[in-house]
C-alpha cells in the first residue's frame, strides 16, 4: 500500500491556461473524492466517483472543472481557462466504501499567475 | 446542512504541556467524525475517528479524542505535546448515512509548540 498518489505536486500556470492533475488512489478503493483548500481555510468538497461513476458535484466546480475517473482507478481534475481564484491546494482522496475514512494524498498546489 | 466550527484559529502550548483543541459540529444524525492533521505543504493525515461504541477514541501519536453528543462536540487532547506536534489540525463531519467520506472541515487550528 502506498497511499494516495497526486501528481504534479506543485504547478504554476499563467492565467488562461489549462492544467490537468492526476490522482492515483489506494488500489483496492472504489471511492475517490476531489477537494480544494485555500489559504487559511479547511478542504471543501467538489466531486467524488465511485468507481468510473461520478455521483456527486459540488456548485463549487463551475464548468470550467471537469473530473473523469475513466476505469474506476486514477482519476484526472481539469481546470481550463484558469483564474487567480483557482490559485489553491487541490486534494485527493480515496475510501474503501461508503462507511469507511478517506485517506488523503499529499495535494497538488496550483499557482495562478 | 452540516458544518464544523473550530473556535480556536491559533494555539501556542509549551513542550511537554497538555494540549485540548475544540471542535464543535452540527449534524442531524449521529455524525462521523475525525481529526486529521497537516503539516506545511503537506496533505492531510487521519489521527483518530468516530464512528460508534466507546465516546473516548484512540488515535495515533499519543493523541485521543472524546464525543460528546449533548454538547455538539470532538475535542482533541493529548497529554504531554512534543515539538514535532507543530502543526495545523482540522476537524472533520463525514455523512454517515450515506458517504463518510464525503466530509465537511474546520477551518483548522495552528498548534505552535514552545520549547
Known amino acids: 500500500d502506498t497511499g494516495v498518489s497526486q501528481d504534479p505536486r506543485h504547478k504554476i500556470t499563467k492565467r488562461g491556461q489549462n492544467v490537468t492533475f492526476r490522482c492515483d488512489p489506494i488500489?483496492?478503493?472504489?471511492?475517490l473524492y476531489w477537494y480544494r483548500q485555500t489559504l487559511g481555510q479547511g478542504p471543501e468538497f467538489l466531486t467524488y466517483?465511485?468507481?468510473?461513476?461520478?455521483?456527486?458535484k459540488s456548485r463549487l466546480l463551475s464548468d470550467r472543472f471537469s473530473a473523469e475517473r475513466p476505469k474506476g482507478s486514477f482519476s484526472t481534475l481539469e481546470i481550463q481557462r484558469t483564474e487567480q481564484g483557482d490559485s489553491a491546494m487541490y486534494l485527493c482522496?480515496?475510501?474503501?466504501?461508503?462507511?469507511?475514512?478517506?485517506?488523503f494524498g499529499q495535494g497538488t498546489r496550483l499557482t495562478v499567475v | 446542512a452540516q458544518s464544523v466550527t473550530q473556535p480556536d484559529i491559533h494555539i501556542t502550548v509549551s513542550e511537554g504541556a497538555s494540549l485540548e483543541l475544540r471542535c464543535n459540529y452540527s449534524?442531524?444524525?449521529?455524525?462521523?467524525l475525525f481529526w486529521y492533521v497537516q503539516s506545511p505543504g503537506q496533505g492531510l493525515q487521519l489521527l483518530l475517528k468516530?464512528?460508534?461504541?466507546?465516546?473516548l477514541v484512540q488515535g495515533i501519536k499519543g493523541f485521543e479524542a472524546e464525543f460528546k453528543r449533548s454538547q455538539s462536540s470532538f475535542n482533541l487532547r493529548k497529554p504531554s505535546v512534543h515539538w514535532s506536534d507543530a502543526a495545523e489540525y482540522f476537524c472533520?463531519?463525514?455523512?454517515?448515512?450515506?458517504?463518510?467520506?464525503?466530509?465537511?472541515f474546520g477551518d483548522g487550528t495552528t498548534l505552535t509548540v514552545k520549547p
Open positions: 466517483f465511485q468507481n468510473e461513476a461520478q455521483l456527486e
Open positions: 449534524y442531524g444524525a449521529t455524525p462521523y
Open positions: 488500489s483496492e478503493h472504489n471511492r
Open positions: 482522496a480515496s475510501s474503501l466504501g461508503w462507511n469507511t475514512e478517506a485517506f
Open positions: 472533520a463531519v463525514g455523512a454517515s448515512n450515506t458517504n463518510a467520506g464525503k466530509s465537511t
Open positions: 468516530y464512528f460508534s461504541g466507546d465516546t
